[in-house]
Protein backbone atom coordinates (compact mmCIF):
# COMPACT_ATOMS: atom_id res chain seq x y z
CA UNK A 1 0.00 0.00 0.00
CA UNK A 2 1.33 3.67 -0.78
CA UNK A 3 2.02 6.08 1.90
CA UNK A 4 0.15 8.95 2.19
CA UNK A 5 2.79 11.10 0.84
CA UNK A 6 2.78 8.36 -2.32
CA UNK A 7 -0.76 8.12 -2.70
CA UNK A 8 -0.81 11.90 -2.90
CA UNK A 9 1.62 12.42 -5.67
CA UNK A 10 0.09 8.85 -7.62
CA UNK A 11 -3.13 11.07 -7.51
CA UNK A 12 -1.54 13.99 -9.05
CA UNK A 13 0.84 12.41 -11.44
CA UNK A 14 -2.35 10.61 -12.51
CA UNK A 15 -4.34 13.89 -12.83
CA UNK A 16 -1.38 15.44 -14.64
CA UNK A 17 -1.29 12.47 -17.28
CA UNK A 18 -5.11 12.90 -17.92
CA UNK A 19 -4.15 16.67 -18.93
CA UNK A 20 -1.20 16.23 -20.89
CA UNK A 21 -1.08 12.33 -22.17
CA UNK A 22 1.77 12.50 -24.48
CA UNK A 23 4.09 14.11 -21.60
CA UNK A 24 7.41 12.47 -21.26
CA UNK A 25 8.19 11.11 -17.49
CA UNK A 26 11.38 13.04 -17.45
CA UNK A 27 9.02 16.24 -18.00
CA UNK A 28 6.02 14.98 -15.68
CA UNK A 29 8.83 14.30 -12.89
CA UNK A 30 10.03 18.17 -13.54
CA UNK A 31 5.88 19.51 -13.53
CA UNK A 32 5.40 17.57 -10.39
CA UNK A 33 8.54 18.61 -8.29
CA UNK A 34 10.03 15.05 -7.52
CA UNK A 35 12.51 12.79 -9.49
CA UNK A 36 11.77 10.79 -12.49
CA UNK A 37 12.66 7.54 -10.05
CA UNK A 38 9.77 8.36 -7.51
CA UNK A 39 7.49 8.15 -10.03
CA UNK A 40 8.92 4.63 -11.27
CA UNK A 41 8.95 3.62 -7.63
CA UNK A 42 5.21 4.30 -7.51
CA UNK A 43 4.69 1.14 -9.70
CA UNK A 44 6.60 -1.35 -7.54
CA UNK A 45 3.31 -4.01 -5.99
CA UNK A 46 1.57 -3.08 -8.74
CA UNK A 47 -0.73 -5.63 -9.80
CA UNK A 48 -3.47 -5.53 -12.45
CA UNK A 49 -3.64 -3.83 -15.42
CA UNK A 50 -1.17 -1.03 -14.97
CA UNK A 51 2.71 0.16 -15.03
CA UNK A 52 4.67 -2.29 -12.71
CA UNK A 53 8.17 -1.46 -11.63
CA UNK A 54 10.76 -3.99 -9.80
CA UNK A 55 13.65 -2.90 -8.05
CA UNK A 56 16.81 -4.55 -9.42
CA UNK A 57 19.69 -5.48 -7.27
CA UNK A 58 22.45 -3.25 -7.58
CA UNK A 59 25.04 -6.03 -9.23
CA UNK A 60 25.33 -3.76 -12.56
CA UNK A 61 28.30 -5.46 -13.47
CA UNK A 62 26.04 -8.79 -13.90
CA UNK A 63 23.12 -7.35 -15.38
CA UNK A 64 25.04 -5.79 -18.42
CA UNK A 65 27.22 -8.75 -18.77
CA UNK A 66 24.31 -10.69 -19.31
CA UNK A 67 22.37 -8.52 -21.65
CA UNK A 68 24.01 -9.62 -24.63
CA UNK A 69 22.17 -12.85 -24.08
CA UNK A 70 18.98 -10.81 -24.85
CA UNK A 71 19.63 -9.64 -28.50
CA UNK A 72 18.71 -6.67 -29.92
CA UNK A 73 17.49 -4.38 -27.66
CA UNK A 74 16.90 -0.50 -27.93
CA UNK A 75 19.33 1.93 -25.76
CA UNK A 76 18.44 5.21 -24.58
CA UNK A 77 20.49 7.82 -22.89
CA UNK A 78 19.33 11.46 -22.69
CA UNK A 79 20.25 14.89 -20.93
CA UNK A 80 18.15 17.89 -20.53
CA UNK A 81 17.86 18.56 -24.22
CA UNK A 82 18.58 15.51 -26.49
CA UNK A 83 17.27 11.82 -26.21
CA UNK A 84 20.04 9.38 -27.98
CA UNK A 85 18.30 5.72 -28.92
CA UNK A 86 20.41 3.12 -30.61
CA UNK A 87 19.31 -0.31 -31.65
CA UNK A 88 21.54 -3.35 -31.52
CA UNK A 89 23.32 -6.08 -29.54
CA UNK A 90 25.37 -5.51 -26.68
CA UNK A 91 28.37 -6.69 -27.73
CA UNK A 92 32.12 -6.85 -26.10
CA UNK A 93 31.23 -5.89 -22.48
CA UNK A 94 33.81 -5.07 -20.28
CA UNK A 95 33.52 -3.69 -16.56
CA UNK A 96 36.35 -2.92 -14.14
CA UNK A 97 35.61 -1.40 -10.75
CA UNK A 98 33.13 1.75 -11.44
CA UNK A 99 33.77 1.65 -15.11
CA UNK A 100 32.43 0.04 -17.79
CA UNK A 101 32.63 -0.16 -21.92
CA UNK A 102 30.17 -1.89 -24.50
CA UNK A 103 31.84 -1.57 -27.50
CA UNK A 104 30.01 -3.40 -29.95
CA UNK A 105 29.72 -1.99 -33.59
CA UNK A 106 25.74 -0.61 -33.06
CA UNK A 107 25.57 -0.25 -29.04
CA UNK A 108 28.67 1.62 -27.74
CA UNK A 109 28.22 3.21 -24.34
CA UNK A 110 31.15 4.37 -21.75
CA UNK A 111 29.67 3.27 -18.43
CA UNK A 112 29.98 5.44 -15.29
CA UNK A 113 28.61 2.81 -12.63
CA UNK A 114 29.54 4.75 -9.39
CA UNK A 115 26.38 7.05 -10.43
CA UNK A 116 24.02 3.86 -10.86
CA UNK A 117 21.81 4.24 -7.83
CA UNK A 118 18.27 2.42 -8.37
CA UNK A 119 17.41 0.12 -10.87
CA UNK A 120 13.51 -0.94 -11.66
CA UNK A 121 12.73 -3.91 -14.74
CA UNK A 122 9.31 -1.91 -15.98
CA UNK A 123 6.44 -3.01 -17.65
CA UNK A 124 3.88 -0.74 -19.20
CA UNK A 125 1.31 -1.99 -21.14
CA UNK A 126 0.21 -0.73 -24.46
CA UNK A 127 -2.34 -1.32 -27.09
CA UNK A 128 0.21 -3.40 -28.95
CA UNK A 129 0.91 -5.35 -25.82
CA UNK A 130 3.78 -4.91 -23.36
CA UNK A 131 6.91 -2.31 -23.41
CA UNK A 132 9.61 -3.80 -21.64
CA UNK A 133 12.66 -1.98 -20.22
CA UNK A 134 15.47 -1.71 -17.63
CA UNK A 135 15.64 1.73 -16.42
CA UNK A 136 18.88 2.88 -14.08
CA UNK A 137 19.08 6.24 -11.81
CA UNK A 138 21.66 8.10 -9.75
CA UNK A 139 21.39 9.05 -6.43
CA UNK A 140 19.34 12.09 -7.17
CA UNK A 141 16.37 9.73 -8.62
CA UNK A 142 17.65 11.14 -12.14
CA UNK A 143 17.88 8.80 -15.25
CA UNK A 144 21.19 7.33 -16.54
CA UNK A 145 20.52 4.60 -18.97
CA UNK A 146 17.63 2.95 -20.18
CA UNK A 147 16.85 -0.86 -21.81
CA UNK A 148 14.02 -1.45 -24.37
CA UNK A 149 12.96 -4.66 -25.13
CA UNK A 150 11.96 -4.55 -28.81
CA UNK A 151 10.37 -7.44 -31.47
CA UNK A 152 13.79 -8.72 -31.73
CA UNK A 153 14.39 -9.04 -28.04
CA UNK A 154 14.55 -13.05 -26.82
CA UNK A 155 11.70 -12.18 -24.22
CA UNK A 156 12.18 -15.52 -22.27
CA UNK A 157 16.26 -14.27 -21.37
CA UNK A 158 15.08 -10.69 -20.81
CA UNK A 159 12.76 -11.98 -18.66
CA UNK A 160 15.03 -14.63 -16.68
CA UNK A 161 17.67 -11.77 -16.15
CA UNK A 162 15.03 -9.72 -14.32
CA UNK A 163 13.95 -12.64 -12.56
CA UNK A 164 17.53 -13.29 -11.42
CA UNK A 165 18.59 -9.68 -10.78
CA UNK A 166 15.64 -8.40 -8.69
CA UNK A 167 16.10 -7.27 -5.40
CA UNK A 168 15.43 -9.52 -2.53
CA UNK A 169 14.03 -7.32 0.16
CA UNK A 170 13.85 -3.86 -1.70
CA UNK A 171 13.20 -1.10 0.77
CA UNK A 172 12.06 2.33 -0.07
CA UNK A 173 13.58 4.80 -2.30
CA UNK A 174 15.52 7.09 -1.12
CA UNK A 175 16.55 9.87 -3.43
CA UNK A 176 19.61 12.80 -2.15
CA UNK A 177 19.12 16.68 -3.77
CA UNK A 178 21.44 17.11 -6.73
CA UNK A 179 24.57 18.65 -6.07
CA UNK A 180 24.96 21.70 -6.29
CA UNK A 181 27.24 23.04 -9.66
CA UNK A 182 30.53 24.25 -8.91
CA UNK A 183 30.84 27.78 -11.00
CA UNK A 184 34.15 28.44 -12.87
CA UNK A 185 36.81 30.49 -11.66
CA UNK A 186 37.22 33.86 -12.69
CA UNK A 187 38.78 34.38 -16.61
CA UNK A 188 41.94 36.17 -15.09
CA UNK A 189 42.83 33.20 -12.56
CA UNK A 190 43.13 30.71 -15.40
CA UNK A 191 46.68 30.08 -17.12
CA UNK A 192 45.40 30.83 -20.61
CA UNK A 193 48.72 30.27 -22.48
CA UNK A 194 49.21 26.96 -19.92
CA UNK A 195 46.39 26.00 -21.07
CA UNK A 196 47.39 26.53 -24.85
CA UNK A 197 50.71 24.61 -24.16
CA UNK A 198 49.20 21.55 -22.82
CA UNK A 199 46.20 21.62 -25.48
CA UNK A 200 49.06 21.94 -28.58
CA UNK A 201 50.66 19.50 -27.21
CA UNK A 202 48.20 16.72 -26.64
CA UNK A 203 48.72 13.17 -28.58
CA UNK A 204 45.03 11.68 -27.50
CA UNK A 205 41.71 13.43 -26.98
CA UNK A 206 41.41 11.32 -24.38
CA UNK A 207 43.66 13.70 -22.52
CA UNK A 208 41.28 16.54 -22.86
CA UNK A 209 39.66 16.18 -19.52
CA UNK A 210 42.62 15.66 -17.35
CA UNK A 211 44.12 18.93 -19.09
CA UNK A 212 40.77 20.83 -18.15
CA UNK A 213 41.56 19.65 -14.61
CA UNK A 214 44.96 20.08 -14.50
CA UNK A 215 44.28 24.04 -15.42
CA UNK A 216 41.14 24.00 -12.93
CA UNK A 217 39.32 25.38 -15.97
CA UNK A 218 35.08 24.55 -16.90
CA UNK A 219 34.67 23.21 -20.32
CA UNK A 220 33.54 25.91 -22.01
CA UNK A 221 35.41 28.46 -20.33
CA UNK A 222 38.77 26.18 -21.83
CA UNK A 223 36.95 26.65 -25.66
CA UNK A 224 36.53 30.19 -24.89
CA UNK A 225 39.76 31.04 -23.66
CA UNK A 226 42.50 29.01 -25.70
CA UNK A 227 41.75 31.18 -28.99
CA UNK A 228 40.85 30.62 -32.55
CA UNK A 229 43.69 28.10 -33.64
CA UNK A 230 41.69 25.25 -31.10
CA UNK A 231 37.85 26.66 -30.66
CA UNK A 232 35.65 28.57 -32.66
CA UNK A 233 32.21 29.61 -31.52
CA UNK A 234 29.56 29.42 -34.01
CA UNK A 235 25.90 30.14 -33.56
CA UNK A 236 23.80 27.46 -32.46
CA UNK A 237 22.37 26.53 -35.39
CA UNK A 238 25.71 25.49 -36.92
CA UNK A 239 24.55 22.40 -34.72
CA UNK A 240 21.75 21.55 -37.13
CA UNK A 241 24.10 22.55 -40.34
CA UNK A 242 26.71 19.76 -39.37
CA UNK A 243 23.48 17.44 -39.49
CA UNK A 244 22.18 18.33 -42.78
CA UNK A 245 25.40 18.40 -44.77
CA UNK A 246 26.38 14.88 -43.02
CA UNK A 247 23.56 13.69 -43.70
CA UNK A 248 23.08 15.32 -47.56
CA UNK A 249 26.27 13.62 -48.57
CA UNK A 250 26.74 10.80 -46.68
CA UNK A 251 29.67 11.53 -44.30
CA UNK A 252 29.29 8.98 -41.63
CA UNK A 253 29.53 10.56 -37.79
CA UNK A 254 30.05 9.92 -34.33
CA UNK A 255 27.36 11.83 -32.06
CA UNK A 256 27.87 11.29 -28.00
CA UNK A 257 25.42 11.91 -25.94
CA UNK A 258 25.59 11.61 -22.01
CA UNK A 259 23.71 11.66 -18.81
CA UNK A 260 25.30 11.81 -15.84
CA UNK A 261 26.21 7.96 -16.00
CA UNK A 262 26.41 7.33 -19.22
CA UNK A 263 27.72 8.15 -22.75
CA UNK A 264 26.22 6.93 -25.81
CA UNK A 265 27.75 7.05 -28.87
CA UNK A 266 26.06 6.58 -32.56
CA UNK A 267 28.75 5.99 -35.07
CA UNK A 268 28.23 5.86 -38.99
CA UNK A 269 25.85 8.10 -41.69
CA UNK A 270 22.12 9.98 -40.58
CA UNK A 271 19.43 9.96 -43.36
CA UNK A 272 16.18 11.09 -42.55
CA UNK A 273 15.80 14.31 -40.09
CA UNK A 274 12.38 15.59 -39.27
CA UNK A 275 11.48 18.88 -37.13
CA UNK A 276 8.69 18.54 -35.13
CA UNK A 277 7.32 20.99 -32.55
CA UNK A 278 10.69 22.61 -31.70
CA UNK A 279 12.60 18.99 -32.30
CA UNK A 280 15.13 18.66 -34.40
CA UNK A 281 14.83 14.32 -35.09
CA UNK A 282 17.28 11.91 -36.96
CA UNK A 283 14.72 9.15 -37.34
CA UNK A 284 16.72 6.14 -39.06
CA UNK A 285 15.63 2.50 -38.39
CA UNK A 286 18.51 1.61 -35.88
CA UNK A 287 19.39 5.30 -35.05
CA UNK A 288 17.11 7.99 -33.82
CA UNK A 289 18.14 11.58 -32.07
CA UNK A 290 15.89 14.40 -30.53
CA UNK A 291 17.38 17.42 -29.62
CA UNK A 292 15.18 20.52 -27.85
CA UNK A 293 16.93 23.48 -30.13
CA UNK A 294 15.59 25.87 -27.77
CA UNK A 295 18.62 24.47 -25.11
CA UNK A 296 21.31 25.22 -27.45
CA UNK A 297 22.76 28.40 -25.71
CA UNK A 298 26.75 27.76 -26.80
CA UNK A 299 27.92 25.67 -30.11
CA UNK A 300 31.82 25.37 -30.29
CA UNK A 301 33.89 23.63 -33.64
CA UNK A 302 36.72 22.23 -31.72
CA UNK A 303 40.47 21.30 -32.56
CA UNK A 304 42.52 18.53 -30.67
CA UNK A 305 45.79 17.71 -31.47
CA UNK A 306 46.57 13.46 -31.53
CA UNK A 307 49.05 11.49 -32.90
CA UNK A 308 46.61 10.43 -35.62
CA UNK A 309 46.11 14.22 -37.00
CA UNK A 310 43.75 16.60 -35.95
CA UNK A 311 40.66 15.29 -34.75
CA UNK A 312 37.58 18.35 -35.35
CA UNK A 313 34.51 18.42 -33.42
CA UNK A 314 31.66 19.96 -32.86
CA UNK A 315 30.15 20.37 -29.64
CA UNK A 316 26.81 22.34 -27.71
CA UNK A 317 26.00 23.11 -24.56
CA UNK A 318 23.01 24.63 -22.37
CA UNK A 319 22.75 28.08 -21.10
CA UNK A 320 24.32 26.31 -17.47
CA UNK A 321 27.44 25.22 -19.50
CA UNK A 322 26.22 21.36 -19.44
CA UNK A 323 27.34 19.06 -22.32
CA UNK A 324 24.27 18.48 -24.85
CA UNK A 325 25.92 16.37 -27.43
CA UNK A 326 29.45 16.38 -28.98
CA UNK A 327 29.60 15.71 -32.81
CA UNK A 328 32.76 14.24 -34.80
CA UNK A 329 33.47 12.72 -38.30
CA UNK A 330 33.84 8.42 -37.66
CA UNK A 331 36.99 7.51 -37.25
CA UNK A 332 38.47 4.28 -35.25
CA UNK A 333 42.02 5.25 -32.96
CA UNK A 334 44.89 5.09 -35.44
CA UNK A 335 42.45 6.24 -38.11
CA UNK A 336 43.50 10.02 -39.23
CA UNK A 337 39.99 12.23 -39.72
CA UNK A 338 37.69 11.85 -42.56
CA UNK A 339 38.51 14.88 -44.84
CA UNK A 340 34.39 15.12 -45.76
CA UNK A 341 34.32 15.97 -42.41
CA UNK A 342 36.78 18.24 -42.05
CA UNK A 343 35.21 20.09 -45.03
CA UNK A 344 31.41 20.52 -43.15
CA UNK A 345 33.22 22.10 -40.14
CA UNK A 346 35.10 24.93 -42.42
CA UNK A 347 32.09 25.31 -44.58
CA UNK A 348 30.52 26.00 -41.43
CA UNK A 349 32.95 28.26 -40.14
CA UNK A 350 32.79 30.32 -43.33
CA UNK A 351 29.49 30.94 -43.09
CA UNK A 352 29.17 31.70 -39.41
CA UNK A 353 32.13 34.47 -40.22
CA UNK A 354 30.70 35.84 -43.13
Known sequence: MLSSANADLAARWSRLR????????????????????????????????GTTAT?????????????????????????????????GRFEDVQVAGPHGLVLGPDIDLRLFLGSWKHGFAVREPLKQGERLSLQFFDGSGEAVHKIYATDETDRTAFDTLIARHRAEAPGALAVAPRAAETADRPDSEIDVEGLRQAWRAMKDTHEFFGMLGKFKVGRVQALRLVGEEFARELPPRALRSAMEAASADGTPIMIFVGSGGCIQIHSGPINRLVEVHGW?????????????????????????????GVVTSIEAFCNRGRTILLMFGARKPGQPELEPWRSIVARIERQAAS
Open 18 to 49: GEQPALRIRDAATTLGVSEAELVALSVGNKGA
Open 55 to 87: PLAADWRSILSEMPKVGRVMCLTRNEHCVHERH
Open 280 to 308: FNVLDPAFNLHLREAGVARVFSVRKPTDD
